[in-house]
């Protein structure tokens, strides 16, 4: 009797059992799909040699502003005066865009505070589509987790760069300003 039962069954519990596996690979496979895209975001600071015997720290990141065009976003200290002065310099590519010095840069939290930081190339930059801004007295300010928009303006008819700042390099940022404020 239970051997006709079985019989009955066995295709039932076969398309069940079929069925159970199936979903227990998708299961699997969408759970390490999950951790290897979704891995944590990991801050990278770079170092170069300013001068024989003298080791810099930097953040450089390549990001792209609304108009598909790409950026150096690159956040130092100068440490050449008593006091450690923080700049953050954008470059653009050449003959693309160019800064409409002196304009300060403005940047807003994603609480929507709005911080200005002053254009350290007011009288002078190295080239127009290079753009320095004096962190020093807001770098305090900046907000630990979140994101931050940049915008200052272009040359050209109303034009304006604006860069969103990811979580990721603002926790670069904040790795860079702990790293050279350590006692």
């Known amino acids: 009797m239970l051997r006709k039962f079985i019989d009955n069954f066995s295709p039932k519990l076969s398309a069940a059992f079929h069925y159970s596996i199936l979903l ?20 990278l600071l770079r170092q170069h040699h300013e001068t024989p015997g003298v080791l810099r720290y ?5 990001l792209k502003d609304r108009d ?7 956040l130092f200290p100068d440490n050449s005066h008593s ?7 954008l470059v653009g590519f050449p003959g693309v865009n160019s800064f ?11 609480k929507g505070k709005i911080l200005t930081a002053k254009d350290a190339y007011a009288d002078l930059a190295p080239a127009p589509n290079v753009g320095q801004y004096d962190l020093t007295p ?12 940049l915008a200052v303006p272009l040359k050209g008819h109303h034009r304006e760069l604006a860069l969103k700042i990811s979580r990721e390099v603002l926790t670069e940022w904040q790795l860079l300003v702990r790293e050279i404020e350590k006692p």
């Not at 930097?58 to 390549?62: C, E, F, K, L, V």
């Not at 807001?138 to 928009?149: H, N, R």
């Open 138 to 149: 807001i770098v305090s300010q900046l907000p630990s987790q979140g994101s931050l928009k």
């Open 68 to 74: 598909g065009n790409t950026w150096q976003v690159l």
């Open 100 to 110: 409409t010095h002196p304009q300060s840069l403005e940047i807003l939290t994603d």
């Open 24 to 43: 227990l690979d998708i299961m699997i496979i969408l759970t390490v799909s999950w951790f290897a895209l979704c891995s944590p975001a990991t801050a």
């Open 58 to 62: 930097h953040a450089r990141d390549s």
């Open 83 to 89: 006091t450690t002065t923080y700049y953050l310099r």
